[in-house]
């Protein structure tokens, strides 16, 4: 089986190719800042991607997976790629740092954390569970009160 994988962008076509058998599979990625194959629609991961960022559409998640994925159509994915470059280097930082910049942890400040104060509960606290088992009782008996 040959495989091919095209991707055309404005100023470069590339090609890759592996053989193993005498059929060709030829995939053409056509979409800016698409770099897999499009998914079936019917797909749960191109609905929950497509639904939310139809619902949310400053989703840097979804816009990400969705220009990647080729879920817009060609003139869409040219109008968000400056949005989609922007988002991916914030993704791209977020998975690195593990949290985002934007947050304000005095772990990333530099500052030393504060240590927890102990709670110490003095006295006893006695429930009664409305149960009791006496130490002379065998096994699978047990005495109510």
Not at 32 to 44: A, D, K, N, V, W
Not at 69 to 83: E, R, W
Not at 100 to 117: C, E, M
Request: net charge positive.
């Amino acid at each position: 089986m040959s495989t091919s994988v095209k991707k055309e962008s404005s100023s470069q076509t590339k090609t890759s190719s592996s053989s193993s058998s005498s059929s060709n599979i030829e995939i053409a990625m056509t979409k800016p800042g698409m770099r897999y194959p499009m998914e079936s629609p019917g797909s749960g991961d191109y609905v929950f991607y497509q639904t939310l960022y139809q619902e949310n559409p400053s989703s840097r998640m979804a816009l990400v997976w969705c220009i990647e994925h080729g879920v817009f159509d060609k003139d869409t994915a040219g109008k968000l790629q400056k949005s989609y470059l922007k988002a991916k280097q914030e993704m791209i930082k977020i998975n690195r740092h593990g949290a985002s910049s934007s947050s304000s942890s005095s772990s990333s400040s530099g500052q030393p954390r504060k240590k927890k104060q102990k709670v110490t509960i003095q006295g006893d606290i006695q429930v009664d569970a409305g149960l009791s088992v006496t130490i002379g009782e065998g096994i699978g008996s047990m005495t109510m009160m």
